[in-house]
C-alpha cells in the first residue's frame, strides 16, 4: 500500500488552532509519509480507504510501556506491539534497566543495550524507543555515549528502589539491582544521575530540549513502614491494601524530593511519571510553582483513570503506584480538565496469570506488580474524556503530540504533512465490552474486565503500512528502532 486516501473522516488534530472535535478532511499518504490534507482530495491511482463516520486521529505514542519485564524480550515485541496495534498506538517507548527482571544481566550499558536491540529488531508491529535507568556509576558515565551512539535520550530513576524491591520489601539491593556491593541506589546516587544527565545536555546543546529525566515517585522508607502496618493491622484485603500499604503522601514526599534536586542539579527537563493521587498532584504542582524555571511535565496512566480499588476486576489490578480509592481518580480528572496533565499513557506491562499470582491468588503482596493496557488507551480516554468534556483535540494532543515532542520524536504524533503516516482510524459509536481474550497481548486477565467502552480502534497504520484493518492484525512485524531525534 505506498499510496492512498483516506477520505470522509473526521480528523483530529492536536495543534492548537485546531477544532476542538476534528474537521472533515481527506489524508494522502505516500510511500508512508502524509503527503497532503484537506477537503474533497482527488484520488487519481491512489487506492480509497473511506472513513466515513470515524475519527481519524495521529498514532499514539505511547511513551510509557514495559517490553520484556516479565516474558523474554523478544517474545514481548511480538505480542505486546501486536496488542498496541489493537489500541491505535503505532510508536511505544518502553523503559529498560539493568538487574533482575528484563534481561536478568548486570554490567555496562555497552554490552547491555546492544542486545536489547538486537534482540528486539525486526519483531516488533509498531515503531519502537527505549527509556534507559542508570542505576550504577558506571552507567552515569555511559549517558554521553548512550545519546550519541543509539540516540537514547530519555532516563529514568525508580525513586522507591532505595529499599523496596519491585513488588515489596528487599533484603538485598546491590543483588535485586546487580548494582556493585560499595554502591548504593539512593537519593545520592539520583543526584549525580540528575548531573550526568545534565552534563549530556551541556555537550550536546543542539540535542538539550530532547534530552529529560522520568522520576517513578514514592518514597521506599515509607512503603516499607507502611506494608508493615497494613499487615499487622489485618482489616485490609485486596487492593485496597495494596493503596494502602503504599499512601499517597509517598508519592508527594518523593515529587517534592526529587523537584528540589532537579532545581540543586540545574537539571530542567523532568517528567513525574504515573501520579496517581491528589497528593501527587498537589505535589507536583506546587513544584512547579517553587521552581518554575524547572519544565515539569505530568503523566497519569489510563489505568489509574479508569479504574479503582473497587471496580478494577480482581488482583490483576496490583501495579505501582497502586491503583487509588474513587476521590483519587476523580481529582486526576479534574487536573486532566484543567490542563494539569500533559500526557496519558499505559505503563503496559504484560505479566501472564501464572506469573502474577502467587499460591495464595488471594494475597495482594504475593501478587506482582504491574498490568497490560495499551489496547485500551485510546478507546478508554476517548470514552470517558467525551463523557466528562474532554476535547477530541485535547485527546490527541494527550496521546501523541505532547509525549512525541518531549521525547525526541517530532516526526511522529501529528497529522501534517511531511509527517510519518502514522494514524489511528477510530469508530466513536461502537460499545463493546473488554474481554481479556480478545486481546493480542499474551496476558489471559485484565483489570478492565467487563467495562463497558464506547470507541474502537478499526484500523492502525504505521509508516503508511496498514497492520490493523478493521480491527484485526494484518501483515508482518513492520517496527523501527527509533533513534533520537526522529525528525
Given at each position: 500500500m505506498s499510496t492512498f486516501l483516506i477520505k470522509n473522516g473526521t480528523v483530529v488534530r492536536p495543534e492548537e488552532n485546531a477544532p476542538a472535535d476534528g474537521e472533515y478532511l481527506d489524508i494522502l499518504v505516500t510511500h508512508g509519509t502524509i503527503t497532503k490534507i484537506g477537503p474533497d482530495l482527488s484520488a487519481d491511482d491512489a487506492?480509497?480507504?473511506?472513513?466515513?463516520?470515524?475519527?481519524?486521529?495521529?498514532?499514539?505514542?505511547?511513551?510509557?510501556?514495559?517490553?520484556?519485564?516479565?516474558?523474554?524480550?523478544?517474545?514481548?515485541?511480538?505480542?505486546?506491539?501486536?496488542?498496541?496495534?489493537?489500541?491505535?498506538?503505532?510508536?511505544?517507548?518502553?523503559?529498560?534497566?539493568?538487574?533482575?527482571?528484563?534481561?536478568?544481566?548486570?554490567?555496562?550499558?555497552?554490552?547491555?543495550?546492544?542486545?536489547?536491540?538486537?534482540?528486539?529488531?525486526?519483531?516488533?508491529?509498531?515503531?519502537?524507543?527505549?527509556?534507559?535507568?542508570?542505576?550504577?556509576?558506571?552507567?552515569?558515565?555511559?549517558?554521553?555515549?548512550?545519546?550519541?551512539?543509539?540516540?537514547?535520550?530519555?532516563?529514568?530513576?525508580?525513586?522507591?528502589?532505595?529499599?523496596?524491591?519491585?513488588h515489596g520489601r528487599s533484603t538485598s539491593q546491590s543483588e535485586f539491582l546487580m548494582i556493585p556491593e560499595d554502591e548504593n541506589y539512593n537519593l545520592a546516587h539520583f543526584e549525580f544521575v540528575m548531573r550526568g544527565i545534565q552534563a549530556a545536555r551541556e555537550k550536546y546543546p543542539e540535542l538539550a530540549p530532547h534530552i529529560s529525566l522520568s522520576l517513578h515517585c514514592e518514597t521506599a522508607e515509607i512503603m516499607s513502614a507502611y506494608t508493615k502496618l497494613v499487615e499487622e493491622e489485618g482489616t485490609l484485603t485486596g487492593l485496597a491494601a495494596y493503596s494502602a500499604s503504599r499512601p499517597q503522601h509517598s508519592e508527594g514526599l518523593a515529587v517534592t524530593i526529587a523537584s528540589f534536586l532537579a532545581d540543586e542539579t540545574g537539571l530542567p527537563n523532568i517528567n513525574l511519571l504515573h501520579l496517581s493521587s491528589a497528593k501527587a498532584l498537589k505535589a507536583a504542582m506546587k513544584m512547579a510553582e517553587a521552581f518554575p524555571h524547572v519544565d515539569f511535565r505530568r503523566e497519569v496512566t489510563i489505568g489509574h483513570l479508569l479504574a479503582d480499588i473497587d471496580t478494577a476486576h480482581g488482583l490483576g489490578g496490583k501495579v505501582n503506584p497502586p491503583l487509588r480509592p474513587r476521590d483519587d481518580v476523580e481529582a486526576l480528572w479534574e487536573h486532566m480538565l484543567a490542563g494539569n496533565i500533559d500526557w496519558v499513557v499505559s505503563d503496559h506491562a504484560c505479566c501472564k496469570d501464572e506469573q502474577k499470582f502467587g499460591d495464595d491468588r488471594d494475597d495482594i503482596f504475593a501478587a506482582k506488580s504491574g498490568f497490560g493496557g495499551t489496547e485500551y488507551l485510546l478507546p478508554g480516554l476517548i470514552t470517558e474524556g467525551r463523557k466528562r468534556g474532554l476535547s477530541l483535540r485535547r485527546i490527541a494532543e494527550l496521546t501523541s503530540a505532547n509525549p512525541a515532542a518531549r521525547y525526541g520524536l517530532p516526526g511522529k504524533g501529528r497529522l501534517v504533512e511531511g509527517a510519518d503516516a502514522d494514524i489511528a482510524i477510530v469508530d466513536p459509536d461502537v460499545v463493546w465490552t473488554v474481554r481479556a481474550e480478545d486481546s493480542e497481548s499474551t496476558q489471559e486477565y485484565t483489570p478492565f474486565e467487563g467495562f463497558e467502552l464506547g470507541a474502537k480502534v478499526t484500523d492502525t497504520f504505521v509508516r503508511g503500512h496498514r497492520v490493523l484493518t478493521d480491527g484485526v492484525i494484518t501483515g508482518e512485524p513492520v517496527g523501527r528502532y527509533l533513534q533520537r531525534p526522529y525528525l
Open positions: 487506492e480509497v480507504i473511506d472513513a466515513a463516520g470515524k475519527l481519524v486521529f495521529p498514532g499514539v505514542v505511547d511513551a510509557h510501556q514495559h517490553w520484556g519485564i516479565y516474558n523474554p524480550l523478544g517474545e514481548d515485541t511480538v505480542t505486546e506491539s501486536r496488542a498496541s496495534a489493537q489500541g491505535g498506538v503505532t510508536s511505544a517507548i518502553t523503559y529498560m534497566r539493568t538487574g533482575q527482571y528484563y534481561l536478568n544481566k548486570g554490567g555496562p550499558y555497552s554490552e547491555f543495550y546492544p542486545e536489547v536491540l538486537a534482540t528486539s529488531e525486526g519483531k516488533a508491529y509498531i515503531d519502537y524507543a527505549f527509556h534507559l535507568a542508570p542505576m550504577s556509576k558506571q552507567h552515569i558515565e555511559e549517558i554521553p555515549s548512550l545519546v550519541e551512539d543509539h540516540g537514547v535520550t530519555s532516563f529514568k530513576i525508580f525513586m522507591f528502589y532505595g529499599s523496596h524491591g519491585l
